[in-house]
């Protein structure tokens, strides 16, 4: 069974819109997005290759649930996991986002990307194991079923105003996020846009 199999399987015990479910179906869908960028090849649709459109999904996705993990999950996560657990994996997004912003400027077909990438990959998932190992059994331990609910909602929220491209200057730091992100997701739909 695949890391995304399992979170999966641990998603679906839970409801629909619990936070940890939530976090858990998109953790499934980052490892499937990871693997599918290591392994791509050939042209995909509108001229673009399968790597490159893989490698935009994974980049959205990662840009927009760090984004709700910071502003929802990791507020909690400092109270119930300790503020040294927290402002660790603050720290590793911060990184993470740094290398997504390299990225995203390189060409996927070349070797430094894939270099690049390989570490990448690895640094991710050790991040969302760290989490889902510290933080989300900590969160579920402390909360309540309508609460992770709740919180849930309020993440789907926070991630449909979130930035969709790596801003390495708001990483990491929920407060700049919450002053940062909704202009820089504004800029980041209307160049989305017009890319599209």
Avoid: C, W, Y
Wanted: glycine share 6%.
């Amino acid at each position: 069974m695949s890391k995304a199999d399992e979170d999966r399987a641990k998603a679906a015990a839970l409801p629909e819109d619990d936070l940890i479910g939530v976090l858990l179906r998109q953790h499934a869908r980052i490892h499937e997005l990871l693997a599918e960028v290591r392994s791509a090849s050939g042209t995909g649709g509108q001229g673009q290759t399968r790597k490159q459109q893989a490698f935009d999904e994974l980049r959205e996705l990662l840009a927009v649930h760090e984004t709700g993990e910071e502003l929802v999950l990791r507020p909690l996560s400092k109270s119930t996991a300790g503020a040294e657990i927290a402002d660790a994996r603050n720290r590793e997004e911060d990184e993470a986002t740094h290398v997504l912003a390299a990225l995203e400027k390189m060409d996927v077909h070349s070797a430094e990307f894939d270099t690049h990438f390989a570490r990448f990959q690895q640094a991710v998932t050790q991040h969302a194991e760290s989490e889902e190992k510290e933080e989300f059994t900590a969160v579920q331990a402390a909360e309540s079923t309508e609460r992770l609910r709740e919180l849930g909602r309020k993440l789907l929220a926070a991630e449909k105003r979130a930035p969709t491209h790596p801003h390495p200057t708001a990483a990491g730091s929920p407060t700049a996020q919450r002053t940062l992100g909704p202009f820089a997701a504004m800029l980041d739909r209307a160049k989305d846009a017009m890319r599209d």
